[in-house]
């Protein structure tokens, strides 16, 4: 089946203006994340949603990101008046329902190709 | 503080060469460690998990609990397995964020 998609696949904006990336998850996994990939920092989590719940925005680096999940499926990661140490790789993964314990396949996270952000 | 260490930015090795990309983690608690690979202009995918105590593509993990290791290891290169690697870390809150390491480049010389 199809993966997780992510669009756009690059992003070039000017300091200052807002920017949106979309994900797609896989159809029927519950648990999205957002992550930011910067170069030599490794991949960072920003925002995890779980179904309906509340979702986790602890790793949000400060108030001009905000993320929503309609619906439970495509989710909208929004970056406001951006700026240059913005720019990096964002990443999307979504993973199935947790299962019992001792389900592996239910933790894998699945990954999406990234929007590269590039901020002048 | 939970964190994922892997000291190598490169990793260069020639075809048939033995290879051992290194992982080093602090957790207070049980862990549970993946490698993800990045192969060039593809996206992130799941290596392997120590969990499962699997080989995929011939590579191996041992986690080593006394060194807080998670050393991947392969023992012939092959021109293929040139790839960026990270190793990561499953939070154990409610979330099973991953903390992930900076990552290595391997690169396997013809």
């Known amino acids: 089946g199809a993966g997780v998609s992510q669009s756009p696949s690059n992003k070039v904006t000017e300091k200052g203006k807002d920017v949106e990336l979309r994900c797609d998850p896989i159809?029927?996994?519950?648990?999205l994340y957002w992550y930011r990939q910067s170069l030599g920092q490794g991949l960072e989590f920003l925002i995890y949603?779980?179904?309906?719940?509340?979702?986790?925005k602890s790793g949000l680096p400060s108030d001009r990101f905000s993320a929503e999940r309609t619906g439970g499926s495509v989710s909208t990661l929004t970056i406001q008046r951006t700026q240059q140490e913005d720019s990096a790789v964002y990443l999307c993964?979504?993973?199935?329902?947790?299962?019992?314990?001792?389900?592996?396949?239910?933790?894998?996270?699945?990954f999406g190709p990234g929007t590269r952000l590039t901020v002048l | 503080a939970q964190r994922v260490t892997q000291p190598e930015k490169l990793l260069s090795v020639f075809k048939g060469a033995p290879v051992e990309l290194k992982c080093n983690y602090s957790y207070s608690g049980s862990p549970e460690l993946f490698w993800y690979v990045q192969y060039s202009r593809q996206r992130l995918q799941l290596l392997l998990r120590?969990?499962s105590r699997e080989s995929i593509k011939g590579f191996t993990a041992d986690l080593n609990k006394g060194e807080t290791s998670f050393h991947l290891k392969k023992p012939f290169a092959q021109e293929e397995d040139s790839a960026m690697y990270y190793c990561a870390l499953r939070d154990g809150g409610a979330t099973n964020k991953l903390i992930f390491g900076t990552g290595t480049l391997l690169a396997v010389q013809p």
């Open positions: 120590h969990i």
């Open positions: 159809s029927g996994h519950t648990a």
């Open positions: 949603f779980q179904g309906n719940s509340a979702p986790d």
């Open positions: 993964a979504s993973r199935p329902f947790p299962g019992l314990a001792g389900g592996y396949g239910t933790d894998t996270q699945y």
